[in-house]
């Protein structure tokens, strides 16, 4: 399994990104999606989840902020980020679960979204 995140940048605050992430090598349409992030000095924490049939969950700080997706056809999953802030600096992993049951087992390389103020 291989994951190749994209879109990460530099952005001003209030400012938007999509992050996408391509998954290969596994049964996507049945994976369990997320994105983590990692800031500088702190630990690495999950963003959002989405599960094979859609479900959705988000970290407390980025709901009604961040949105995230999939496209089975393109075994991808997106994640848009509206309203930045600076806090949200960090680098965006993508992981994939095997299934909804599973842990997350498959991690992407990261890209790193800059969020000026």
């Known amino acids: 399994v291989q994951l190749q995140a994209s879109g990460g940048g530099l952005v001003q605050a209030g400012g938007s990104l999509r992050l996408s992430c391509v998954a290969s090598?596994?049964?996507?349409?049945?994976?369990?999606m997320a994105w983590y992030r990692q800031a500088p000095g702190k630990q690495r924490e999950m963003v959002a989840v989405?599960?094979?049939?859609?479900?959705?969950n988000y970290f407390d700080s980025v709901k009604g902020r961040f949105t995230i997706s999939r496209d089975n056809a393109k075994n991808t999953v997106y994640l848009q980020m509206d309203s930045l802030k600076p806090e949200d600096t960090a680098v965006y992993s993508c992981?994939?679960?095997?299934?909804?049951?599973?842990?997350?087992?498959?991690w992407g390389q990261g890209t790193l979204v800059t969020v000026s103020s």
């Open positions: 090598g596994s049964m996507f349409p049945r994976n369990r």
């Open positions: 989405i599960t094979s049939g859609g479900t959705t």
């Open positions: 992981a994939l679960a095997s299934t909804d049951w599973a842990r997350f087992d498959y």
